[in-house]
């Protein structure tokens, strides 16, 4: 619960975070999933305290507890499987996306082995059902993260530097344009325009995955074809300059 690959090393180190992750995408699954694991802090939580409520002295002697009991009775406490403290030392935020979600990859992989030597370690079938669980829901993680990764590659720094500044010359202000590149649905922009905003995201990262609905809703908002061509042509061919620039590093030129 409470060690270095527990439950509250990870949510604590998700729900952290997630503040410096450059997308929208990427801030929600953090929160997601910190949220999800402080759920599985519950879980064990409830576990350890009904395999400890009914046991006397003797037993959590021979099973080893007699530490525990001197200190906290048969109250839970966050320690790991050898009653050290949980410290903050065994997570990191380092400010750094890239960094942070090889972290958070590598901390589910290391969440689940536990769960399987966990399981190696009981033979009682109410305790080792929630923990086949548990371990399936950090491979889930793992992958989820994995996605998360891809999308903060794609992440374009020039594009994002350059396009702010024009946001700010036409008189945007700096708490929109930060919406806009971190959470566009909560941007103090119209409707209409978080929908054509969506559709040239989609059209940069997964442009095979848009559907007829979608393009009839922007020619519903007053879009004309040539205006759609429009907005496709400029946010691709200026996504492709973009990564260009990015990829040999070029400083910024204004
Ligand atoms: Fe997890």
Request: glycine share 0%.
């Given at each position: 619960m409470g060690g270095p690959d527990g439950e509250l090393a990870a949510s604590l180190r998700y729900l952290n975070q997630r503040y410096t992750m450059p997308t929208g995408k990427a801030k929600a699954l953090l929160t997601d999933i910190g949220t999800e694991e402080m759920a599985h802090l519950e879980v064990i939580a409830a576990m350890v305290y009904q395999l400890m409520r009914g046991a006397s002295v003797e037993q959590l002697k021979a099973a080893g507890l007699a530490g525990h009991y001197a200190d906290h009775d048969k109250a839970l406490f966050?320690?790991?499987?050898?009653g050290n403290p949980f410290t903050v030392t065994y997570i990191q935020a380092k400010g750094d996306p890239i960094t942070d979600l090889h972290e958070d990859m590598a901390a589910e992989q290391k969440a689940r082995s536990t769960y399987e030597w966990l399981i190696n370690l009981s033979d009682d079938p109410c305790v080792i059902d929630p923990l086949r669980f548990l371990r399936e829901r950090e491979v889930v993680h793992f992958q989820r993260f994995g996605e998360a990764l891809m999308d903060v590659q794609e992440y374009c720094k020039y594009c994002v530097i350059a396009h702010s500044m024009f946001l700010r010359k036409l008189g945007v202000s700096e708490e929109v344009i930060n919406k806009i590149v971190s959470d566009i649905d909560s941007a103090s922009i119209s409707e209409d325009r978080k929908q054509i905003l969506k559709f040239t995201i989609k059209s940069s990262t997964?442009?095979?995955?848009?559907?007829d609905k979608e393009v009839t809703e922007l020619m519903n908002l007053g879009l004309t074809d040539a205006q759609l061509v429009e907005i496709v042509s400029v946010v691709d061919l200026f996504t492709s300059f973009n990564k260009f620039l990015d990829t040999l590093q070029v400083d910024l030129d204004f």
């Open positions: 966050y320690v790991d499987a050898n997964v442009p095979n995955e848009i559907i």
